[in-house]
C-alpha cells in the first residue's frame, strides 16, 4: 500500500512538473534579417531617441566606458547579477534578427524571441504600459544604431533561479500585462507624467520596496526602496525632504541634476538624469509632465506656504559651526565640510548644497551620508559642473561625529541608530568596489 502510495506521489508530481513546463512554454518567433535603417522614418527614430533617453535604457544596456546599448552592465539583485545584454542591431549577439513582434513580446510580456522567459531585472511590467506607437518607434531607433558585436557576462543567478521556465511562476503571481489606463479625472499633463513614470521611465523600479521574491509591493508604490546600496527616498507623502518638491524645483532638479532648495542628485539617480532626462532630445513637457505627476503625489503644494519660514531657518544654521569652538564635532564640521556647503542667504545657492534642507540627513538611516562622505562626488556624478572630494580618509569615528553633529544640529529628528556598525560595513563595501 505504502509502494502504491509513493509511486501516484512521484507520478502526480511528474504530471504537475509537466503541465507547468507545458504552461511556461512559448513559441520561437521566427528570425529575420535585420531591417534596412531606411524603412523607418525620420519622425519615428526620433521620436524612439526620445523614448529611448527618457526611459534611460542605455543605463542598463551600456557596461562603463563600452558601446551604447551594446549590454554588459551588471544589474545587482538579491539573487544574483544580472547583465544587461545586447540590444543593438547586430544579428549575432544583439536583436538584429529580432522582428516587431518578437521585440513587443519580450517588452510587454517579458518572453525572447527564442521563447525563453526574461528575468525581471528587465522591467516588462511597466512596459508592459507602453502604446503601440511607442513600441514601434523605440523599435525604428534601436533597429537603425549601429550593430556592435558583444557578448555579456553569464549571469550570476544560481540554479535552480536560473531556470528560465521558472519565471512563469513569478508572473503568474506578480505580473499583469496591460496598457496604460489614463484617469480621466486628472489632467493631460497630468496622465502624460504617470504614463512617463510608470510605463517608460520605470520609477517604481528604484522608488517602490520589492517583497522576498524580487517584485514590487504594489500596495507601498513609491514609498522608497534601497538600490545598490543607496536609499532611493519615497515619491510619496512620506519624501523625507525637509522642504516640499514644488513643480519648478522638481523639473529643475530631474532637467538638470540639481535643485537649489534640495541638492544635488547621486548615487543610482546620477545616470537616470545624466544619461536620460537632462539629455537635450527629451522635450521639456515631459519632464515638466513627470514633474506635475509626482508633485501631486506628495502633495508638495499644500506644504508650499512653508518653503520660505524652512528655508530661512536653515540659512540660520549655515554657520553654526563658527559658534561652537569647544564643540569637536562642530570643529571637524567647519574644516571638513563647511567652505564648500555654507550659504550665506536668502536662500541656498546650487553649488553649494545646504546641508540643513537635504534629504541625506532627514532620511531614517544615514547610509546616503555616508556614502557621499567616503565616495565623493566625481565630475562625472550628481550635477554638471559640481563635485565633491572623498573623505575616506576619515576614520569610521570620524565620520561618525560628522553624521550624529549634522543630525542634531540640522534636523529635529532623533539620532540615528548603531551609526559605528553602519559607517563600518558603508567602508567595507566601499572598498569592494
Known amino acids: 500500500m505504502n509502494r502504491r502510495i509513493e509511486v501516484a506521489i512521484l507520478a502526480v508530481g511528474l504530471l504537475g512538473i509537466a503541465g507547468f513546463m507545458l504552461l511556461s512554454w512559448r513559441p520561437v518567433i521566427v528570425a529575420l534579417e535585420r531591417p534596412a535603417p531606411e524603412s523607418f522614418s525620420s519622425e519615428s527614430i526620433a521620436r524612439g531617441e526620445a523614448l529611448a533617453a527618457a526611459g534611460h535604457c542605455a543605463s542598463c544596456h551600456t557596461r562603463p566606458g563600452g558601446p551604447s546599448y551594446a549590454g554588459g552592465y551588471g544589474v545587482n539583485t538579491p539573487f544574483g547579477i544580472v547583465y544587461g545584454t545586447n540590444i543593438t542591431p547586430d544579428p549575432k549577439t544583439g536583436i538584429g534578427t529580432w522582428s516587431m513582434e518578437a521585440f513587443a513580446r519580450a517588452m510587454r510580456e517579458g518572453v525572447a524571441r527564442n521563447g525563453s522567459h526574461l528575468f525581471p531585472a528587465f522591467p516588462y511590467n511597466a512596459y508592459t504600459k507602453l502604446t503601440d506607437g511607442d513600441l514601434r518607434a523605440l523599435y525604428a531607433y534601436l533597429m537603425t544604431r549601429q550593430p556592435v558585436s558583444a557578448t555579456v557576462p553569464p549571469n550570476t543567478v544560481p540554479f535552480p533561479l536560473s531556470v528560465r521556465a521558472f519565471q512563469e511562476g513569478w508572473k503568474i503571481h506578480f505580473f499583469r500585462s496591460g496598457r496604460f489606463q489614463t484617469n480621466p479625472a486628472k489632467s493631460d499633463e497630468w496622465n502624460r507624467g504617470a504614463y512617463l513614470a510608470e510605463a517608460l521611465s520605470d520609477c517604481g523600479g528604484c522608488h517602490?520596496?520589492?517583497n522576498s521574491l524580487g517584485a514590487e509591493k504594489s500596495r507601498d508604490a513609491y514609498a522608497g526602496a534601497v538600490v545598490d546600496g543607496w536609499i532611493a527616498p519615497a515619491l510619496d507623502q512620506a519624501n523625507p525632504s525637509p522642504l516640499p518638491w514644488t513643480q519648478e524645483d522638481l523639473f529643475s532638479f530631474l532637467r538638470t541634476g540639481t535643485s537649489p532648495m534640495h541638492g544635488a542628485a547621486g548615487g543610482t539617480m546620477t545616470p537616470v538624469i545624466r544619461d536620460a532626462l537632462a539629455l537635450a532630445v527629451v522635450p521639456d513637457s515631459d519632464v515638466r509632465a513627470i514633474a506635475v505627476y509626482f508633485?501631486?503625489?506628495?502633495?508638495g503644494a499644500a506644504r508650499a506656504s512653508s518653503v520660505d519660514a524652512t528655508a530661512g531657518e536653515a540659512i540660520a544654521t549655515s554657520d553654526l559651526a563658527v559658534g561652537q569652538p569647544y564643540d569637536a564635532d562642530a570643529e571637524l564640521y567647519a574644516s571638513a565640510c563647511m567652505s564648500c556647503h555654507y550659504n550665506a542667504g536668502p536662500a541656498p545657492l546650487p553649488?553649494?548644497?545646504e546641508l540643513a534642507l537635504n534629504s541625506a540627513l532627514t532620511l531614517p538611516e544615514p547610509t546616503n551620508f555616508i556614502r557621499v562622505v567616503l565616495r565623493g562626488v566625481g565630475s562625472t556624478d550628481g550635477a554638471p559642473g559640481m563635485a565633491m572630494p572623498t573623505y575616506a580618509?576619515?576614520?569610521?569615528?570620524?565620520?561618525v561625529s560628522l553624521a550624529a553633529y549634522l543630525r542634531r544640529t540640522r534636523t529635529k529628528l532623533p539620532p540615528w541608530n548603531d551609526l559605528e556598525k553602519k559607517a563600518a560595513a558603508a567602508r567595507r563595501e566601499?572598498?569592494?568596489h
Open 393 to 399: 580618509s576619515l576614520t569610521d569615528g570620524e565620520i
Open 351 to 353: 553649488a553649494r548644497p
Open 295 to 299: 508633485t501631486d503625489m506628495n502633495h
Open 208 to 210: 517602490t520596496p520589492r
Open 430 to 432: 566601499s572598498a569592494g
